[in-house]
T-cell receptor, first 115, second 118 residues
Framework: GDSVTQMEGPVTLSEEAFLTINCTYT??????LFWYVQYPGEGLQLLLK?????DKGSNKGFEATYRKETTSFHLEKGSVQVSDSAVYFC??????????????FGGGTRLMVKP | GAVVSQHPSRVICKSGTSVKIECRSL??????MFWYRQFPKQSLMLMAT?????????EQGVEKDKFLINHASLTLSTLTVTSAHPEDSSFYIC??????????????FGNGTRLTVT
């Protein structure tokens, strides 16, 4: 079945450090890929997305490139801030699943940024 | 942007009682809403897909009679945890897709409801 695998956390970084959170997927079709962020005590917010190979999604300094050849969608940010501390979820959606665009989530990666 | 309002944000109830959680799309219509459960430090588990005007589709292992879902209108879905027990304590999150959206349109999430059953 379809699945998303993320690196396990927590990831602890100092402010202004470079961030990479790995995400790989398996899918029977040609998925769209997403990164969602969950701040403490809140629901999920869409961070960025990419719908086809080689697309780069970007938002708030974060970016991720859809790599079909490696089935990956790694999240990167050049300089993290304390306010980026949150849990990040990689997810995919397929056109032909029975529930429209039901998302398949990765396990989430907790990021902790220290001042 | 599209907003999903989930209420209540926190609820504490006694074992054996029922709790209703509401999920409203405030500025868009949604034929489909999704209910997730999140355990501490874990990912989201899809519980069920709520379809306006029809029965919800439950994921394997989710008790239909335990978690009642009603999607009475294009802007409201409710999840009722019946006869709650401490093991039902969790963070419940709803999400919705705009009626005009395609399969890869982002889902809009509520802020979640933290349920504690004592």
């Amino acid at each position: 079945g379809d699945s998303v695998t993320q690196m396990e956390g927590p990831v602890t970084l100092s402010e202004e450090a470079f961030l990479t959170i790995n995400c790989t997927y398996t899918a029977t079709g040609y998925p769209s890929l997403f990164w969602y962020v969950q701040y403490p005590g809140e629901g999920l917010q869409l961070l960025l997305k990419a719908t086809k190979a080689d697309d780069k999604g970007s938002n708030k300094g974060f970016e991720a490139t859809y790599r079909k050849e490696t089935t990956s969608f790694h999240l990167e940010k050049g300089s993290v801030q304390v306010s980026d501390s949150a849990v990040y979820f990689c997810a995919l959606a397929l056109r032909n699943n029975n529930a429209g665009n039901m998302l398949t989530f990765g396990g989430g990666t907790r990021l902790m940024v220290k001042p | 942007g599209a907003v999903v309002s989930q209420h209540p944000s926190r609820v504490i109830c006694k074992s054996g009682t029922s709790v209703k959680i509401e999920c409203r799309s405030l500025d868009f219509q949604a034929t489909t809403m999704f209910w997730y459960r999140q355990f501490p430090k874990q990912s989201l588990m899809l519980m069920a897909t709520s379809n306006e005007g029809s029965k919800a589709t439950y994921e394997q292992g989710v008790e239909k009679d335990k978690f009642l879902i009603n999607h009475a209108s294009l802007t409201l879905s409710t999840l009722t945890v019946t006869s709650a027990h401490p093991e039902d304590s969790s963070f419940y999150i709803c999400s919705a897709r705009e009626i005009t959206g395609s399969y890869n349109s982002p889902l809009h999430f509520g802020n979640g409801t933290r349920l504690t059953v004592t």
